[in-house]
């Protein structure tokens, strides 16, 4: 194998001998199922786990790859790759996902040997993104550089890829499962929306454990994450996520895929009688054969030891001139630059949401400069944020002006981290056969009309998320605003939620009203907005709170006034 | 059907009475969990080998009081997707400490056959007309595994290790 020398990067779990040849197998043992398919061996029912849990999904129009990125951390070698791929094998770009992985959209299924083939070059590949597995596991995206963190997730997010790879026990579950980690004061994974939510903290005594969420989700039915162990220390953390896997393996229901995800059985069971069963399976499971070794943790710490900070003061004082010199710039750190807990370092969102384009979406050209500017600016590495977005983490505040302005130069400046131009979108009935109504020309839409970036920040943090169908991989359950598309006898209709939260203040939004038409949603979400304004007490009322403080009588009011 | 063992087609010495067929008490049977529920003392003093076959939902707990009636347990997969068979050989190993043989029965296919080895089957009773080569090049295709196999007892400090050919 030609396999391209990682070089010098910070925060990237490197493969050795071992990782490289596993992939290089599964690489193999696809191309062998490939052949079997079409030799008529595999019928075509189960052919298809075995493409999914390889990243291969069928859309409308096409085959789309879905390429892991673990926990969303790469290296800028491996975003060059994924851009060649992009260019060679799809239309010249890349879709950013939820997920924190890559996925391609207009793939052809025989090209997928040789992808996968060129991502093992770069110790890449699409495993476990889809198929009835543990997918790939997610953490926030500011781990490793983030003030407020306590635990770095990435080194348990690394242990967790490692043991759901191939797990004998759990590929075949009843449905897919989820796993996100954060280990900060401030909750940017969303961990009470995820099959397990895993906050990781530390004890009196300095240890590191786990409080346990399970059963949160979205999708059809949406369910919060329920507390289900406060405290798991840290060499029991496989012990004890192995009895969960194992009380759902058994007990989750197999009989309808829409009620088949743990939620549904924590729910129908009931908490107490699901914790008991986790526990009692931890009990036995707790023991030499299931203990993560401290040994372990230390050496998996190893790959994500701090890169090499220089000595700086506190604060850039060529950062406040240039700040001084050009608003523009001034705007985009005050909304995309988060505090870093190394001095005179800052952490840089790379917003891939420009006013009407594609959510999440990045042409190959401009794949090529992020990693070019992670090289020059980030030690080389980058990561993906679940709301879309690229994160440089370490990058000097001497050196923000010059990073923002060669990402103004290709449409990557825009300044609206966690504002409402920062919108999540599904791909929706534009690539997804599930869809039932297009989420991407509306996300255009609204992010057009909020285009001026001094409007955005006037009206401050407020989430819109869009799903194009009730499985809700738009998110809009925990968006300040959620919009789903709904089919009403062949025509696109947008129904409309407000309060949805996906912090650790987790709440679902709740209906406003009767769904409206893709042209009357963006006027509703504007007069939504304009409510927000009239009413809020001040700058520092949030959306969410002044939604709180006067309940959703004034906003219906207004959108729903002339019917 | 061909039995799988140990990567190989190999003799069933084992054969399935229907609900309802008479015993046979001279050679190796599996009758269904519902008849030995139902008719457990008519086995009273029985000396062949007696297996058990238990249904999809049926798990591990349900059959654990009677293990040491039981040379066999039969699991079926009512659909290869429908994964609950693993977790149960896995309980029946570690959890309820059983040594017989563990057979897969019903919807598997041979690119599953790692992981039935690995959480505790014994044999794999596969289709008429499967492909044998399938079936043996799945137990040697991926040679890492990165979790302890039922009969590991080393601890996750070697979260990957290398496999040896039955893993």
Redesign the interface.
């Known amino acids: 194998m030609n396999h391209i020398a990682p070089g010098a990067r910070a925060g990237i779990y490197h493969y050795d001998e071992?990782?490289r040849?596993?992939v290089g197998?599964?690489v193999?043992?696809f191309r062998?199922?490939v052949e079997?398919r079409l030799s008529g061996?595999?019928t075509e029912e189960?052919f298809k786990?075995?493409r999914l849990m390889n990243g291969l999904y069928l859309q409308l129009h096409a085959y789309m790859l879905r390429i892991a990125v673990p926990y969303g951390v790469m290296s800028a070698v491996q975003l060059r790759k994924l851009a060649e791929i992009g260019r060679t094998y799809d239309k010249g770009y890349g879709h950013f996902t939820t997920r924190q992985n890559l996925q391609y959209n207009w793939i052809k299924l025989e090209d997928t040997p040789a992808i996968l083939n060129a991502l093992a070059d770069v110790d890449m590949h699409a495993l476990q993104t889809s198929g009835?597995c543990v997918r790939n596991v997610t953490t926030d995206q500011f781990v490793g550089a983030a003030k407020d963190e306590v635990v770095d997730g990435r080194v348990y997010a690394e242990?967790l890829r490692?043991?759901?790879?191939?797990?004998?026990?759990?590929?075949?579950?009843p449905r897919k499962f989820k796993i996100a980690i954060s280990g900060a004061a401030s909750d940017r994974a969303a961990v009470r929306v995820h099959d397990v939510g895993l906050l990781a903290r530390r004890n009196e005594a300095g240890e590191a454990g786990f409080t346990f969420y399970v059963g949160g989700g979205l999708g059809r039915s949406p369910f919060i994450g329920k507390l289900v162990r406060e405290w798991v220390a840290e060499e029991d953390f496989?012990a004890y996520l192995e009895a969960i896997l194992?009380v759902y393996?058994?007990y989750g229901r197999?009989d309808n895929i829409y009620k088949a995800r743990i939620k549904i059985l924590v729910h129908e069971l009931g908490l107490e009688k699901f914790k008991a069963e986790v526990e009692e399976e931890f009990a036995?499971l707790r023991g030499?054969?299931?203990?993560?070794?401290p040994?372990?943790v230390a050496e998996i710490r190893t790959h994500f030891a701090p890169p090499p900070f220089e000595d700086l003061p506190e604060t850039s004082s060529a950062l406040e001139r240039a700040k001084a010199e050009n608003p523009a710039f001034a705007n985009w750190v005050a909304v995309n630059v988060a505090e870093h807990k190394a001095p005179g370092y800052a952490i840089a969102t790379i917003s891939l949401k420009p006013p009407g384009g594609i959510p999440g979406d990045a042409s190959c050209d401009q794949m090529d400069v992020i990693a070019d500017l992670a090289e020059q600016y980030s030690f080389g590495e980058l990561r993906v944020s679940h709301v879309q977005n690229i994160v440089l983490a370490h990058v000097k505040q001497d050196e923000l002006y010059a990073l923002w302005q060669k990402l103004d130069a290709v449409n990557l400046g825009t300044a609206n981290a966690g504002l409402i131009g920062d919108i999540i979108a599904c791909p929706g009935l534009d690539y997804c056969a599930l869809a039932n109504a297009r989420a991407i020309p509306l996300a255009q839409a609204i992010s057009a009309r909020f285009a001026d970036p001094l409007r955005q920040r006037t009206i401050g943090e407020l989430g819109i998320k869009i799903s194009g169908c009730i499985n809700a991989c738009g998110h809009h359950h925990v968006a300040a605003i959620g919009i789903l598309g709904v089919d009403k006898k062949g025509t696109e209709f947008y129904q409309i939620t407000v309060g949805g939260d996906p912090t650790l203040t987790t709440a679902i939004g709740d209906i406003l009203g009767p769904a409206v038409t893709e042209h009357e949603a963006v006027d509703a979400i504007e007069a939504i907005v304009e409510v927000y304004l009239a009413n809020r007490t001040g700058e520092s009322e949030r959306f969410l709170d002044t939604l709180a403080r006067v309940g959703h009588g004034p906003f219906k009011e207004r959108i729903y006034a002339a019917d | 059907m061909p039995l799988i063992e140990n990567g190989r087609i190999g003799e069933d010495a084992w054969s399935f009475i229907p609900d309802g067929e008479p015993v046979p008490n001279d050679r190796p049977v599996i009758i269904s969990f519902e008849r030995w529920q139902a008719e457990r003392a008519s086995f009273d003093g029985r000396n062949a080998k007696l297996g058990v076959r238990l249904k999809g939902g049926t798990l591990a707990g349900a059959i654990a009081p009677d293990l040491d009636r039981f040379a066999l347990v039969a699991v079926e997969f009512p659909k290869f997707r429908d994964g609950r068979g693993f977790s149960t050989a896995r309980e029946l190993r570690e959890r309820y400490g059983y040594a017989g043989e563990i057979r897969a029965v019903g919807h598997v296919i041979p690119d599953q056959y790692q992981f039935l080895v690995r959480t505790g089957f014994t044999s794999v009773e596969a289709p008429e007309g499967t492909n044998p080569e399938s079936w043996a090049n799945a137990l040697t295709e991926i040679t890492i595994a990165f979790q302890p196999s039922i009969d590991d007892t080393q601890p996750l400090s070697l979260l990957r290790r290398k496999l040896g050919v039955a893993g």
Do not use: C, G, M
Not at chain 1, 288 to 293: A, F, I, V
């Open positions: 071992i990782d040849r596993f197998e599964r193999e043992q062998r199922q079997r061996e595999l189960e786990p075995i009835n242990i490692q043991w759901t790879s191939l797990h004998p026990e759990f590929t075949y579950l496989v194992r393996n058994q197999r036995r030499p054969k299931y203990r993560l070794d040994a372990i």
